[in-house]
């Protein structure tokens, strides 16, 4: 999986966007860029996953730059409940069942009334 | 839809005694399910992978004699602690996957919580 790297803590005003960066320069050509988040004391909570192209769903928007080295996650209208530690995790499947998700330490995003 | 349910929640048990976990999808089939294992303050750290069928595949410095996986069917997983100490005490995670597509997210159960006192 690729080492990926993001900063430890964030704050965002609620109802602006939280822009959620991470930087993941050695992952290979097959590897997805996972997004998850957790709430304290409850498992992780999907959000969204992409390889190249830039991708939306009804939770967030993922941005990934054209040379995969980097993405960033945009929570467009940040809510209280979004207070979590966010985790981007490099994965791919590699045969036999051999699929893993790595998680690091994540951002730990705080929203702020 | 894609939901995962993990029981118990919480479980209080003495030393000496096993645990059994349970990690259910509920409307999806699940070829892959993982286990997970976290400390306080720290992140998720993988133990286990377990396919359907056979047997599970455990990460270095995971006992599989200790935290036995049973993947008996496609929708239910089974993690049993076996002689559970103090040390063990710890919030537990399993994960799915949908058949299919290699690269479909995992989805979380909730987790179990175990205090071994």
């Known amino acids: 999986d690729a080492k990926t790297t993001q900063p430890p803590s964030m704050d965002c005003a609620e109802g602006r966007a939280a822009n959620l960066p991470c930087n993941h320069s050695?992952?290979?050509?097959?590897?997805?860029v996972y997004w998850y988040r957790q709430i304290h004391s409850q498992g992780p909570q999907y959000i969204i996953h992409?390889?190249?192209n830039n991708k939306t769903n009804e939770m967030a928007s993922l941005i990934i730059t054209e040379d995969r080295k980097s993405s960033t996650l945009i929570l467009p209208h940040a809510t209280l409940r979004d207070t979590a530690v966010y985790y981007c995790?490099?994965?791919?499947?590699?045969?036999?069942?051999?699929?893993?998700?790595?998680f690091g330490k994540g951002t730990k995003l705080s929203v702020i009334p | 839809g894609a939901v995962v349910s993990q029981h118990p929640s919480r479980v209080i048990c003495k030393s000496g005694t096993s645990v059994k976990i349970e990690c259910r999808s509920l409307?999806?089939?699940?070829?892959?399910m993982f286990w997970y294992r976290q400390f306080p303050k720290q992140s998720l750290m993988l133990m286990a992978t377990?396919?359907?069928?056979?047997?599970?595949?455990?990460e270095q410095g995971v006992e599989k004699d200790k935290f036995l996986i049973n993947h008996a069917s496609l929708t239910l997983s089974t993690l049993t602690v076996t002689s559970a100490h103090p040390e063990d005490s710890s919030f537990y995670i399993c994960?799915?996957?949908?058949?299919?597509?290699?690269?479909?997210?995992?989805?979380f159960g909730d987790g179990t919580r175990l205090s071994i006192l």
């Open positions: 409307d999806f089939q699940a070829t892959t």
């Open positions: 992409g390889l190249k």
């Open positions: 994960s799915a996957r949908e058949v299919g597509d290699f690269n479909q997210p995992q989805h």
């Open positions: 050695t992952i290979s050509g097959n590897e997805y």
């Open positions: 995790i490099g994965g791919a499947y590699s045969g036999a069942g051999s699929y893993q998700l790595t």
């Open positions: 377990s396919n359907e069928g056979s047997k599970a595949t455990y």
